[in-house]
């Protein structure tokens, strides 16, 4: 009978239903400004750093509006292959990361946090902290630089904001354990 009973409630529970977790998104409101945190790029779209960045509401809805075109570019620039194959000489695609760290397949390349906003009516430009760990040595963090433009088709990738990227930076422990990651004072 306990078997019977058990077969019966064990589908039912939420154990039961789902083997894993899938996260869907979520809605997220900043300064009143609700950004729907959903695929595609979710995990990049979270990496958005707009609280604490002295943004007015227009700018986080132009923001917001921009979202998944820098999403996609940015998950572009994390993706080896079509970083490495990019044709340097195109001014419409962002530097390869790859290509300026000297990396190799199969090292991974992730998005700490996109940041450093500036933003007007036309045009938005922010950095972008990466990370990885190369040849399981101690993790390597890189900022480069971005800026997107307006156009009648929406926004879009325009160039970098300077001629090269920001380049490694250097990561301490704050006093409340968090890593704090900064350009080295030139």
């Known amino acids: 009978m306990f078997v019977l009973v058990s077969a019966v409630i064990f589908p039912m529970t939420a154990c039961g239903t789902a083997d894993f977790f899938v996260d869907q998104g979520h809605q997220d409101a900043v300064n009143g400004?609700?950004?729907?945190?959903?695929?595609?790029?979710?995990?990049?779209?979270?990496?958005?750093?707009?609280?604490?960045e002295n943004l007015s509401p227009a700018q986080l809805q132009t923001i917001r509006d921009a979202m998944t075109e820098i999403a996609a570019m940015t998950n572009r620039v994390l993706n080896w292959q079509s970083s490495v194959n990019a044709n340097v000489s195109d001014a419409n695609q962002p530097r390869s990361v790859y290509r300026i760290q000297l990396l190799h397949a199969p090292t991974q390349l992730y998005v700490k946090t996109l940041k450093n906003w500036r933003v007007s009516e036309t045009t938005i430009q922010f950095t972008t902290d990466y990370f990885y760990s190369k040849d399981q040595q101690q993790t390597v963090n890189f900022r480069d630089n971005y800026v997107f433009i307006k156009t009648a088709s929406g926004w879009t990738?325009?160039?970098?904001?300077?001629?090269?990227?920001?380049?490694?930076?250097?990561?301490?422990?704050?006093?409340?354990?968090?890593?704090?990651?900064?350009?080295?004072?030139?």
């Open 157 to 186: 990738f325009s160039n970098h904001a300077s001629e090269s990227p920001d380049g490694i930076l250097n990561c301490a422990k704050t006093t409340d354990r968090w890593m704090r990651c900064e350009l080295p004072e030139r």
């Open 33 to 52: 400004v609700m950004f729907a945190i959903v695929p595609p790029h979710l995990y990049i779209k979270k990496a958005f750093k707009l609280r604490g």
